[in-house]
Structure formats: structure tokens, C-alpha cells
């Protein structure tokens, strides 16, 4: 069977055209591989534990980010945070299918990856290619797969550059702030994406070898 790629969608000869990316939903649970767009990290400054009286917050916007928690668990959380009309249910215990916090990881312009690691045209190929263990790269999203019907332009994921933010921060986010869902992966590469980040953060590290007996 013949296979094509343009640009984000992958054509079988004889098969509808398969979308690599699906447009987000809103006001529903966020999902594995979604994409958002100005997401604010915040973070205690250790500074100011010390030297003043006042607790200061230092904020990062991150361009676009990814998200990295389980569907099951980010269903779970969300059924329990929410009513069938997608208002937050009054509850004061933990009830085991909340989860505190979502993990996630940046997502940059491929081309500004490439000039920020300084990518030649021997290592360029193989990350685009996804066959280099720490990157992930993205084709462009056609505004048609895209929440916002924006498109997004070719993306790389930096598997090193993780983080987590609350849960219920994350959906204040989209309510109150610029934070935007965009899109999330159809299920194939769904399961390429979350294999290569499994092998990629269970890593073990083995000691150095002396050479001594």
C-alpha cells in the first residue's frame, strides 16, 4: 500500500485521509498530546523566601506547551472536578481520582530549536525524522485541525524541558487568562509520541567505568 506524507496528514492509496492532528474540544478534559498555546508557569522566588517579608511569584510564558499526563487519569480528574454541564462540583476530600498537578513539556518552533542547539545539516535530518532520542518534531497543523482554525507552524518538542502545573491552574488558564487549546494527536502517533517520552525519561543512568578490577 502506498504511503504519502503532506504536510500533516499521512494518504494510503485506496483509505480516507488520515489527520495526524484533531482539533481540541473545548470544555472538555484536557488530553495526552494536546498542544496549548501562552501558558504561564509560575514559580516561588527563592530570593524572596529570605530577604522580604512578602512571597514574590516569577512568571514564564511558555509559548506552546504540550501536554504529558494519561487520558485515563486526566478523564478521571475531570469528571470529578466538573459536572455534566462543565461546572466545578463543591467537594472537600481527596477521593483518589484527583490528580494535583499536569504534566507537561515546551514546545518550540522547529526552526528556532534548530538555531538554539545549533543543529547541522547531519543531526537536522535525523531529528525531523524523530529518530534522535531527546527531540520530537512536528509537522505543521492546517488551520482546519486547529481549535482556533489559526494553524500552527512546525513545532519540536525538547523532551529534557518538563514541568507541571496545577490542574485547576491549567483550566483557570483557558477561562481566565490567554491560554489556548489547540490541538491533540490522532491515536497512531498518539502511541509514537508516548513511547518515545516513556524510553526517553526511563532512562537509567550507569556509573562510570574506571577500568580498575
Given at each position: 500500500m502506498a504511503k504519502t506524507e503532506v504536510k500533516n496528514k499521512v494518504i494510503l492509496s485506496g483509505v480516507n485521509d488520515i489527520s495526524i492532528f484533531r482539533s481540541a474540544v473545548s470544555g472538555t478534559a484536557f488530553r495526552y498530546s494536546e498542544i496549548l498555546s501562552n501558558v504561564s508557569e509560575r514559580r516561588v522566588n527563592l530570593k524572596s523566601l529570605t530577604t522580604s517579608?512578602?512571597?514574590?511569584?516569577?512568571?514564564?510564558?511558555?509559548?506552546?506547551?504540550?501536554?504529558?499526563?494519561?487520558?485515563?487519569?486526566?478523564d478521571w480528574d475531570f469528571n470529578?472536578?466538573?459536572d455534566a454541564d462543565g461546572k466545578p462540583q463543591s467537594h472537600t476530600e481527596?477521593?483518589?481520582?484527583?490528580?494535583?498537578?499536569?504534566?507537561?513539556?515546551?514546545?518550540?518552533e522547529a526552526q528556532m530549536l534548530k538555531a538554539k542547539y545549533d543543529l547541522n545539516s547531519k543531526t537536522w535530518p535525523i531529528v525531523r525524522k524523530n529518530n534522535n532520542q531527546r527531540y520530537h518534531?512536528?509537522?505543521s497543523i492546517e488551520p482546519e485541525n486547529?481549535?482556533?482554525?489559526?494553524?500552527?507552524?512546525?513545532?519540536a518538542i525538547d523532551f529534557k524541558r518538563y514541568?507541571?502545573?496545577?490542574t485547576?491552574?491549567?483550566?483557570?488558564?483557558?477561562?481566565?487568562?490567554?491560554c489556548k487549546r489547540h490541538s491533540?494527536?490522532?491515536c497512531a502517533y498518539l502511541e509514537h509520541l508516548s513511547h518515545r517520552f516513556g524510553n526517553f525519561i526511563s532512562r537509567v543512568a550507569l556509573p562510570a567505568y574506571s577500568g580498575r578490577t
Open positions: 517579608s512578602d512571597i514574590e511569584i516569577d512568571v514564564r510564558i511558555h509559548p506552546y506547551a504540550i501536554i504529558l499526563t494519561p487520558d485515563c487519569d486526566l470529578t472536578r466538573f481527596f477521593n483518589g481520582k484527583e490528580i494535583p498537578t499536569i504534566l507537561l513539556c515546551e514546545v518550540i518534531f512536528f509537522s486547529d481549535f482556533h482554525e489559526e494553524g500552527l507552524p512546525e513545532l514541568f507541571t502545573i496545577p485547576a491552574e491549567l483550566y483557570w488558564q483557558i477561562e481566565s487568562e490567554n491533540w494527536l490522532s
